[in-house]
Nanobody, 120 residues
Framework: QVQVVESGGGLVQPGGSLRLSCAAS????????MGWYRQAPGKQRELVAR???????NYADSVKGRFTISGDNAKNTVYLQMNSLKPEDTAVYYC??????????????WGQGTQVTVSS
């Protein structure tokens, strides 16, 4: 059993910042990658940022230069630092982890989501 839990969402003014955290726990042998996705009502879920255990990152064009993803392998934790937030960033943000269990099977796990609202 693997659990993925996000935290750090909330209401912030345009131009403000938020830092999201995501921790994976449970029966984990290793984590291949973790990422942040977001979904606004009526729209498809989209990749925001992703980081591998080796530190390789990629970002959606819409957030590049404003958001930074980082990770702590020892803690199975990933962070998303969001700066210069815009109303268009308003969405439910989900964390996902690609986890290798002790059977060496790889599965993806998703958190419950955390609401980010950017509004004055």
């Amino acid at each position: 059993q693997v659990q993925v839990v996000e935290s750090g969402g909330g209401l912030v003014q345009p131009g403000g910042s938020l830092r999201l955290s995501c921790a994976a726990s449970g029966s984990i042998f290793s984590i291949n990658a973790m990422g942040w996705y977001r979904q606004a009502p009526g729209k498809q879920r989209e990749l925001v940022a992703r980081i591998t255990s080796g530190g390789s990152t990629n970002y959606a064009d819409s957030v590049k230069g404003r958001f930074t993803i980082s990770g702590d392998n020892a803690k199975n934790t990933v962070y998303l630092q969001m700066n210069s937030l815009k109303p268009e960033d308003t969405a439910v943000y989900y964390c996902a982890a690609s986890v290798r269990g002790y059977t060496l099977r790889v599965d993806d796990y998703w958190g419950q989501g955390t609401q980010v609202t950017v509004s004055s």
